[in-house]
């Protein structure tokens, strides 16, 4: 038998490095970024096309470096940073492994000038794919400045699966903040399509905070410092009442100055605020932990944004004690909320927990659309409110084709006898409500259960589906313009996805330095709690949908459907049931909410019966 086993060539061996270190633009963002702070770069500029797939360029006034660096930085595992294995415990550079620069320089058109300090000439190396194409002498400024092209052009399939340049920008500013936030002594600015986005001069790290964030972040932090022998902790973290509900992206972690992901750091931060939070809101923090790199180990993933540490039990409870005592000393208590909901009140004068002077007399009849005088406010109002809520909404036909199923609704006549494949609603069945939730409506082969929620959902997702930039229909204006403030960055990716909103039923426009008027939303929000910052969780959600399975319209709409949709506990109508129910059948998915989960349940008589046979 003949042998198999032989070594790959050195430009295939790169590619499959490449697969690891290099994954998007945003990758190649990161190292070289790395790279100019280790070679103490006082000022370092970013520009980028298309969101670095056409264009990556990195200039730096650092160090520089000579003829014979210059070309050695591009082989692979050369490296300045380390010089045997027992250095990897004592790094404080952001890279050390060598690999970056010779995977980006396999999977793309690498530019190269660079020139020492002290030097009349500086060097220019042009590499295609591993391939050395010029070596030469050049004039260039004292530092180094790397252009990266036509990333993974002979990759194709690693090219193929790259996201949208909308998605591939916005994984390259959140690489962009992270290295600005942990060196706020350096000057960084980013350009993206010839337009400048980021400008940020040498400060100090609050500074540094309000210049990514916005203006407005400034009042919303409070100083975090301890020190013990083995482990110093600083930054800032973000007052509780400023905590934004489902927003995360606003939570940073630096250990030793490098950025790193850690759900148990992160666990000791929610714990540290307890009672001081609702449970799907979080705190922002920007938090330093600088720690002996003899005590850490940071060579445990590619990215290099998982570290281990040799005592993580004590780090968790140091910087949980830290954060309470940052807020203790800025007299940041937890509050009481004595504002609780009817169905609450209800549910306690129920299991005989009532208040002193006795229980709470149950209210009417869940089909009662009468108000009960113990009734809250704000159950009261959003009774009211049902029929404006539906404001503007289309009325859609009683039947509908849907799965080669006929859907009869209430206010059609009755299909015939014998008819195949036929759900008839029944137009002398009046279908009823249970616990404020569910809908119960009878058919010919048993009955249906409708999860009201879910089913508003289904109905609002379409018609924000369908909607275009054009259709005025169904937007109520605002009585006073809301004006809203975004960081460079979330102005810049909101920008992007603009198109989408306004298409979604919100009419909205940019006013210039990061501020956006909003002058009208979609009817259906006209009544919804708490919807101000719908746009900001549209531009979280944006921020965070790492996959990104649907297009950014379906995104949008889905979110404003789950944001608009009516709540449990809702107590309709019969006319409110019925017309919730035509609406519903009218959409073309009407069987499955937006969030995939099934909005009718549907129980023959038949399995009635079993349950009810010995």
């Given at each position: 038998?003949?042998?198999?086993?032989?070594?790959?060539?050195?430009?295939?061996a790169?590619?499959?490095?490449?697969?690891?270190?290099?994954?998007?633009?945003a990758s190649?963002?990161?190292?070289?970024l790395?790279?100019?702070?280790?070679?103490?770069?006082?000022?370092?500029?970013?520009?980028?096309?298309?969101?670095?797939?056409?264009l990556?360029?990195?200039i730096?006034?650092g160090?520089?470096?000579?003829?014979?660096?210059?070309?050695?930085?591009?082989?692979?595992?050369?490296?300045?940073?380390?010089?045997?294995?027992?250095?990897?415990?004592i790094?404080?550079?952001?890279?050390?492994?060598?690999?970056?620069?010779?995977?980006?320089?396999?999977?793309?058109?690498?530019?190269?000038?660079?020139?020492?300090?002290?030097?009349?000439?500086?060097?220019?190396?042009?590499i295609?794919?591993?391939?050395?194409?010029?070596?030469?002498?050049?004039?260039c400024?004292?530092?180094?400045?790397?252009?990266?092209?036509h990333?993974?052009?002979?990759?194709p399939?690693?090219?193929?699966?790259?996201k949208?340049?909308?998605?591939?920008?916005?994984?390259?500013?959140?690489?962009?903040?992270?290295?600005?936030?942990?060196?706020?002594?350096?000057?960084?600015?980013?350009?993206?399509?010839?337009?400048?986005?980021?400008?940020?001069?040498?400060?100090?790290?609050?500074?540094?905070?309000?210049?990514?964030?916005?203006?407005?972040?400034?009042?919303?932090?409070?100083?975090?410092?301890?020190?013990?022998?083995?482990?110093?902790?600083?930054?800032?973290?973000?007052?509780?009442?400023?905590?934004?509900?489902?927003?995360?992206?606003?939570?940073?972690?630096?250990?030793?100055?490098?950025?790193?992901?850690?759900?148990y750091?992160?666990?000791?931060?929610?714990?540290?605020?307890?009672?001081?939070?609702?449970?799907?809101?979080?705190?922002?923090?920007?938090?330093?932990?600088?720690?002996?790199?003899?005590?850490?180990?940071?060579?445990?993933?590619?990215?290099?944004?998982?570290?281990?540490?040799?005592?993580?039990?004590?780090?968790?409870?140091?910087?949980?004690?830290?954060?309470?005592?940052?807020?203790?000393?800025?007299?940041?208590?937890?509050?009481?909320d004595?504002?609780?909901?009817?169905?609450?009140n209800?549910?306690?004068?129920?299991?005989?927990?009532?208040?002193?002077?006795?229980?709470?007399?149950?209210?009417r009849?869940d089909?009662?659309?009468?108000?009960?005088?113990?009734?809250?406010?704000r159950?009261?109002?959003?009774?009211?409110n049902w029929?404006q809520?539906?404001?503007?909404?289309?009325?859609?036909?009683?039947?509908?084709?849907?799965?080669?199923?006929?859907?009869?609704?209430?206010?059609?006549?009755?299909?015939?006898?014998?008819?195949?494949?036929?759900?008839?609603?029944?137009?002398?069945?009046?279908?009823?409500?249970?616990?404020?939730?569910?809908?119960?409506?009878q058919?010919?082969?048993?009955?249906?259960?409708?999860?009201?929620?879910?089913?508003?959902?289904?109905?609002?997702?379409?018609?924000?589906?369908n909607?275009t930039?054009?259709?005025?229909?169904?937007?109520?204006?605002?009585?006073f313009?809301?004006?809203?403030?975004?960081?460079?960055?979330?102005?810049?990716?909101?920008?992007?996805?603009?198109?989408?909103?306004?298409?979604?039923?919100?009419?909205?426009?940019?006013?210039?330095?990061?501020?956006?008027?909003?002058?009208?939303?979609?009817?259906?929000?006209?009544?919804?709690?708490?919807?101000?910052?719908?746009?900001?969780?549209?531009?979280?959600?944006?921020?965070?949908?790492v996959?990104?399975k649907?297009?950014?319209?379906?995104?949008?709409?889905?979110?404003?459907?789950?944001?608009?949709?009516?709540?449990?506990?809702?107590?309709?109508?019969?006319?409110?049931?019925?017309?919730?129910?035509?609406?519903?059948f009218?959409?073309?998915?009407?069987?499955?909410?937006?969030?995939?989960?099934?909005?009718?349940?549907?129980?023959?008589?038949?399995?009635?019966?079993?349950?009810?046979?010995?």
């Amino acid at each position: 038998m003949s042998d198999v086993i032989q070594l790959l060539p050195e430009n295939v061996a790169n590619q499959i490095a490449a697969g690891e270190v290099i994954q998007r633009p945003a990758s190649v963002v990161k190292e070289l970024l790395e790279n100019a702070i280790d070679a103490n770069a006082h000022n370092i500029q970013v520009i980028l096309k298309d969101g670095g797939k056409t264009l990556i360029q990195v200039i730096d006034d650092g160090c520089g470096m000579s003829l014979t660096d210059a070309r050695m930085s591009f082989e692979r595992h050369a490296t300045s940073k380390i010089r045997e294995a027992n250095d990897l415990g004592i790094i404080r550079t952001m890279g050390f492994r060598g690999e970056a620069l010779a995977s980006i320089a396999s999977i793309a058109h690498v530019e190269l000038k660079t020139r020492l300090h002290n030097e009349d000439l500086g060097t220019r190396i042009v590499i295609h794919g591993s391939e050395l194409k010029t070596q030469e002498a050049c004039q260039c400024a004292p530092g180094t400045s790397f252009e990266v092209k036509h990333l993974f052009f002979n990759v194709p399939a690693r090219r193929k699966f790259l996201k949208s340049d909308k998605l591939e920008y916005k994984y390259v500013l959140d690489e962009f903040q992270r290295i600005a936030l942990a060196h706020p002594d350096i000057f960084l600015n980013l350009y993206h399509n010839e337009k400048e986005i980021f400008h940020l001069p040498k400060s100090n790290l609050r500074q540094r905070i309000v210049n990514i964030m916005g203006t407005s972040m400034n009042q919303k932090l409070v100083p975090l410092t301890e020190q013990t022998e083995i482990v110093k902790i600083n930054g800032f973290i973000g007052k509780p009442e400023f905590a934004k509900k489902k927003v995360y992206g606003e939570q940073f972690f630096f250990v030793n100055n490098r950025y790193i992901k850690s759900g148990y750091l992160h666990h000791a931060i929610m714990s540290a605020y307890d009672k001081m939070l609702s449970d799907d809101a979080a705190p922002m923090y920007v938090i330093f932990i600088e720690i002996d790199p003899s005590r850490i180990d940071v060579n445990i993933h590619p990215t290099k944004q998982e570290i281990k540490f040799e005592d993580e039990r004590f780090i968790y409870n140091l910087l949980r004690v830290s954060v309470k005592h940052a807020l203790g000393s800025h007299n940041i208590t937890p509050t009481l909320d004595f504002e609780q909901e009817a169905s609450f009140n209800q549910a306690m004068a129920h299991s005989g927990q009532g208040t002193s002077s006795g229980s709470i007399e149950r209210s009417r009849s869940d089909s009662s659309h009468e108000y009960s005088p113990e009734m809250s406010s704000r159950s009261m109002d959003n009774l009211k409110n049902w029929e404006q809520l539906y404001s503007g909404i289309q009325q859609f036909p009683n039947t509908s084709k849907t799965d080669n199923v006929t859907v009869v609704g209430s206010m059609a006549n009755s299909p015939e006898e014998g008819q195949s494949g036929i759900i008839n609603l029944g137009n002398t069945k009046k279908p009823y409500q249970i616990h404020s939730s569910y809908i119960i409506s009878q058919i010919k082969s048993g009955f249906i259960i409708i999860d009201q929620q879910l089913a508003h959902e289904r109905i609002l997702y379409e018609q924000f589906l369908n909607r275009t930039v054009d259709d005025t229909e169904g937007i109520q204006k605002e009585f006073f313009p809301v004006k809203m403030q975004f960081s460079a960055a979330d102005a810049e990716l909101l920008r992007l996805i603009l198109p989408d909103v306004k298409a979604a039923g919100f009419d909205i426009e940019e006013f210039g330095g990061g501020t956006f008027i909003l002058n009208g939303r979609p009817s259906s929000f006209a009544k919804v709690e708490e919807n101000d910052n719908v746009i900001e969780i549209l531009l979280q959600q944006f921020k965070q949908n790492v996959d990104y399975k649907t297009n950014v319209k379906e995104n949008v709409a889905r979110e404003l459907a789950i944001r608009g949709a009516l709540s449990k506990g809702k107590r309709l109508t019969e006319d409110e049931m019925v017309n919730l129910i035509d609406q519903l059948f009218a959409c073309q998915s009407p069987f499955i909410s937006p969030s995939g989960r099934p909005c009718v349940i549907t129980m023959e008589l038949e399995e009635l019966q079993k349950r009810f046979s010995k």
